[in-house]
């Protein structure tokens, strides 16, 4: 499996509350339309979206079955929409393409009975 970050930096005058919402309610749902998708999740940098000059604002990691694959699904109807819905709102000032070294850590989640 390949990872692809992308340091995302909002347009001027673009309200974080609406990136975030469409992040939420388009951007996640369309995942399941990317077969090479396997992870997918958008951070907020801390303290950065109140600083319209910040060199970025959010950060996203994207796991993929493979670079090639997800090359493929970029071709989608389903990833074109995205790309102009994102365009209308940010922009990738950075991108860093890797594979991860073995399986990494996770912590066990520990549900509570009342769970």
């Excluded at 974080?16 to 998708?37: G, I, K």
């Excluded at 109140?50 to 989608?76: N, R, W």
């Amino acid at each position: 499996m390949d990872i692809i970050t992308h340091r995302i930096r909002l347009h001027d005058g673009v309200d974080p509350a609406r990136f975030e919402s469409w992040v939420q309610n388009v951007d996640y749902a369309t995942c399941p339309l990317l077969p090479s998708v396997r992870a997918f999740s958008v951070q907020r940098v801390a303290a950065a979206t109140a600083e319209a000059q910040a060199p970025f604002h959010y950060f996203e990691v994207i796991t993929v079955s493979g670079l090639d694959d997800f090359a493929e699904d970029m071709k989608s109807e389903a990833f074109q929409a995205l790309v102009t819905d994102f365009e209308s709102m940010a922009s990738v000032v950075e991108e860093v393409c890797g594979s991860r070294i073995g399986p990494g850590y996770r912590a066990s989640v520990r549900m509570s009975p009342d769970s």
